[in-house]
């Protein structure tokens, strides 16, 4: 799927996605089935963990749950409750492990042995025990802070309030599951629409005596902060919950060798209808304790585990109609209007087709009888065409060869690295030319990772164009308030808090500015990247001009297709006059320069040829961890230049020509040792 497209449906991936979050958790009126919740969060995490610049600050991956009802006090979790990344298949499987042994440096026939645990469909809460007694209680929450909700999990039979065992660490953070079995789930029915509701509205309750109405159970997996914890395994650290007085799932099980997880893997999924209580899937953790810590996490989820989630729901549809939808980097997307079919509790009418290649190769028509699948897909995908009901009228599509907002050709980007034509047509018009791109750019630029305009949602934006209060970004902090309060729906309250919005976004971090003008390629963590280097807005402008677009090479992560986007944006007269207008307008902070009193801070380095017993990417970690950075060219710039087993001899040369220092791996070793 190319780039524009998947930017546009991540985006309304996460759009969807926070909706229903805030339903579910401040509200406690859900209108998502807890699978269909379930499964749109799968596929968020999927496309973010498949195409690596999709990035939201907003994603499952950054904001574990939602954040922290009014109702309670908040409480930081010494350790952050973390959020787990999504296996589908098999070769997720394989590819999951394959990444384990890479970082580890291990050979291929390197065994791992996991701890496969299945994945209650629950509320997960984080119980803390100082000297045996149960202290505090907190929900998930947005990752970093938790609701207390300590009365209403008092309320819990299954949480022990005082822990008498004398190898019972000092304190620690037991974490687990709440959760109601579906036999109790009988007697509630005309309460909540599922057992998982049930849980979350039950937890939520002001009253702990209301709470303690409801059957709520608990079982425990895992743990966060934890002080004298002398246990080196998973599987040990589960055998002590159950000594120790807590519930565990009785499906645990020590398995090694991806086939036998999978085998696992269909033997549950077969009982599921027999459990009395709801599980989505299994959680595989590496069980040695010290890979684990060695392993470490990316973003919000640890490298050393995934939830291995069971099938997708899927269902039998006509299409109806194919329509054209525009992005705001000008990508044409198919999506199909199909007569409306329930699929694990949604109603769906519309599946995306992806792009033009996709409805050839699966030979997609008008009329067609298709099989829809819903694998976490705000808009679900059409999986293949039962050709045995094809009908006599039913039509091709003609993918349209000019823009159908704005009349300019659609083209497909040559793909240097596959040296192939992109898969997604896109409107060849520039800047803020085609009205439909224009509308996509305003709402990405008042959207939650941008500027993060307050009750500046779509409808708003795309009512304001047709009304001519905006066009540009910058007639966003200069709207007519007076015309605005006659409109139907608003009111002089409304406008105020709508004035209030606006203004207290005139002051942004400089890599959110970059990230809200929608250059494409140019995702939240490029934009953190650029500005971490320029620095300031003052720099950014002045990139035309000095020609500095080759130096931006320097920075790790950032390549020639990124550069190209950034000079084809300067290179656009209406781009550079937003741009004039805003830095009239706004106060866009310089990039914060960390003050780590790491023994690498200030200092850069470089990595050439293989290391031993280490891959690249934990050497990288372990540099960022001490404050150091990474670059990828020999430059000025460079401090250290460290090479490993058959180095690029020209990175040698070049660093020993500008008198850059270079360490064999055994002197960053030791160099490395010091900092600890």
């Known amino acids: 799927m190319e780039k524009n497209k998947l930017k546009k449906l991540y985006k309304d991936k996460i759009e969807e996605f926070n909706h229903n979050n805030f339903l579910y958790y401040e509200k406690s009126e859900p209108k998502l089935s807890d699978t269909s919740f379930d499964n749109l969060k799968k596929e968020i995490l999927d496309l973010e963990k498949k195409y690596k610049f999709l990035k939201s600050k907003d994603s499952p991956s950054n904001s574990i749950g939602y954040k922290p009802s009014k109702n309670f006090k908040k409480v930081s979790h010494k350790v952050p409750m973390l959020s787990l990344s999504n296996a589908f298949t098999e070769e997720d499987l394989f590819n999951f492990e394959k990444r384990i042994i890479n970082y580890l440096d291990k050979e291929k026939s390197f065994e791992i042995e996991y701890s496969a645990e299945p994945k209650i469909d629950g509320i997960s809460a984080s119980l803390t ?72 509205g039950s937890l939520r309750q002001k009253d702990p005596n209301e709470t303690k109405k409801i059957p709520l159970k608990f079982i425990a997996y895992t743990f966060g902060y934890e002080k004298d914890l002398k246990i080196s395994t998973q599987n040990s650290f589960l055998a002590k919950l159950k000594e120790w007085g807590f519930k565990t799932n009785p499906l645990n099980k020590l398995v090694k060798k991806v086939e036998e997880l999978m085998i696992n893997y269909h033997e549950i999924e077969k009982k599921r209808d027999e459990l009395d209580f709801d599980i989505d899937g299994i959680v595989y953790k ?29 269902g039998v549809s006509i299409i109806e109609n194919i329509e054209i939808q525009i992005g705001r980097t000008g990508a044409l997307t198919p999506v199909a209007k199909i007569k409306p079919v329930n699929i694990g509790g949604v109603v769906v009418s519309n599946a995306t087709l992806h792009n033009e290649e ?164 140019i995702g939240l963590e490029n934009a953190k990247l650029i500005s971490k280097n320029l620095k300031t807005l003052k720099n950014f402008l002045l990139l035309p001009e000095k020609d500095n677009f080759r130096e931006l090479l320097n920075i790790d992560g950032i390549g020639e297709t990124q550069i190209n986007s950034i000079k084809n944006f300067f290179k656009n007269r209406t781009n550079i006059q937003v741009l004039a207008e805003l830095e009239k307008i706004l106060n866009v902070k310089d990039a914060k320069i960390k003050k780590i009193d790491g023994s690498f801070n200030n200092k850069t380095f470089m990595l050439t040829g293989k290391l031993e017993g280490i891959s690249r990417a934990e050497a990288k970690s372990l540099i960022e961890e001490n404050s150091g950075s990474i670059i990828s060219n020999v430059s000025k710039r460079l401090d250290y230049l460290i090479i490993g087993e058959k180095p690029t001899k020209r990175k040698i040369e070049a660093a020993k020509d500008l008198k850059i220092k270079i360490l064999n791996q055994k002197e960053w070793s030791s160099m490395l040792k010091k900092t600890r």
Not at 288 to 309: C, E, S, T, Y
Not at 418 to 428: G, H, I, Y
Not at 500 to 518: P, R, V
């Open 286 to 314: 590496v069980n040695d304790f010290k890979l684990q810590k060695r392993l470490g996490n990316v973003a919000n989820a640890p490298r050393w585990a995934i939830a291995h989630k069971f099938s997708a729901n899927s």
């Open 129 to 200: 025990y100082k000297n045996g007694k149960f202290i505090t209680g907190l929900s998930r929450g947005d990752g970093k802070e938790g609701e207390d909700i300590t009365e209403n999990l008092k309320t819990v039979i299954d949480i022990p309030h005082v822990i008498k065992s004398k190898n019972f660490p000092v304190e620690i953070d037991i974490r687990g599951e709440i959760f109601i079995q579906n036999s109790d789930f009988k007697k509630l029915k005309g309460k909540f629409a599922n057992p998982r509701n049930a849980a979350s």
């Open 358 to 521: 996709e409805i050839i190769r699966k030979d997609i028509r008008i009329n067609d009888t298709v099989i829809i699948e819903r694998a976490g897909d705000v808009i679900p995908h059409v999986i293949s065409v039962d050709l045995k009901k094809r009908k006599k009228d039913t039509k091709k599509f003609k993918f349209p060869i000019n823009c159908p907002s704005c009349g300019s050709k659609t083209v497909k980007d040559f793909n240097l690295t596959t040296k192939k034509e992109d898969a997604v047509r896109r409107c060849s018009s520039e800047g803020y030319n085609c009205d439909k791109v224009v509308i996509e750019k305003l709402k990405h630029f008042v959207s939650k990772e941008a500027f993060n305009i307050e009750g500046f949602g779509k409808k708003i934006v795309e009512n304001f164009w047709n009304l001519n209060l905006i066009k540009l970004p910058q007639d966003i902090f200069n709207l007519n308030y007076k015309k605005i309060e006659d409109l139907d729906g608003w009111g002089k309250q409304s406008v105020v808090n709508l004035r209030y919005s606006i203004d207290s976004k005139k002051t942004i971090s400089f890599e959110k500015f970059i990230y809200a003008l929608g250059i494409r390629h």
